[in-house]
């Protein structure tokens, strides 16, 4: 019987990921509904100054996706056991292939995550929609940077009593591309330019956090 191939493999643990979180419930159901509360108690803040709110919504919503998302990201039902992990190894799943499958049950659970929040911020803040069919492009490429780089710090963090605190402490800094550009794209229509610029950063920093996964799960995996 030949054995499944690495992207079978990779869609298999991203499947079993998605069904622990399923059952947990930790992205969807506990950590959205806290970014949408974040999204409410920023007008508290800033006041009802309607103008104002409308041209600080779309970055308001990127933070709280940045922020929170980090938590989907490094979420517990991601962690695996130690006998999880040893049985990967015993069955030849190279650790490359595992964080792959992780990455990409985390990309779907943020991209969901920001649906959820988009019709939050539009009935709260009534930003500018011209923008918005960019997003087509910007959510897919923002889920999968903050996937991979969570993905990559939750690996990282394996084994420290102080995961929770020390994963978020390693994603932010690295994720600011990633804020700056989907702001950008934004700003970059208003004023009648295209951001094709600022999509190519996004997908470098996609492909850079990728490649970092790739080159380092064999030691990330000896090291955890």
């Known amino acids: 019987m030949t054995p499944p191939g690495p992207a079978r493999q990779a869609l298999e643990l991203a499947r079993k990921d998605l069904l622990l979180e399923g059952r947990a419930g930790e992205a969807l159901l506990v950590t959205a509904p806290f970014g949408g509360v974040a999204l409410l108690l920023f007008p508290l803040a800033i006041g009802t100054d309607v103008p104002l709110l409308r041209s600080v919504g779309y970055g308001i919503y990127w933070v709280v996706v940045l922020l929170f998302g980090v938590l989907v990201s490094l979420r517990q039902s991601a962690t695996d056991t130690p006998a999880q992990a040893a049985l990967l190894r015993l069955t030849g799943v190279h650790p490359a292939v595992r964080l792959t499958g992780r990455a990409a049950a985390n990309t779907l659970l943020l991209l969901a995550f920001q ?22 492009a910007v959510l897919p490429l923002v889920a ?33 591309p990633l804020l700056l550009s989907a702001t950008q794209v934004a700003e970059a229509v208003r004023y009648g330019r295209q951001p094709w610029s600022w999509l190519a950063l996004l997908l470098l920093v996609d492909v850079v956090a990728a490649l970092a996964v790739a080159l380092s799960a064999r030691s990330l995996e000896e090291y955890s």
Do not use: E, H, K
């Open 144 to 176: 999968a940077g903050l996937a991979v780089l969570g993905t990559l710090a939750g690996a990282l963090a394996q084994g420290f009593a102080g995961r929770a605190t020390l994963g978020p402490l390693l994603v932010i800094p690295l994720a600011l």
């Open 115 to 136: 649906l959820i929040l988009l019709p939050v911020t539009v009935m709260i803040y009534d930003p500018p929609l011209d923008s918005w069919p960019w997003l087509l």
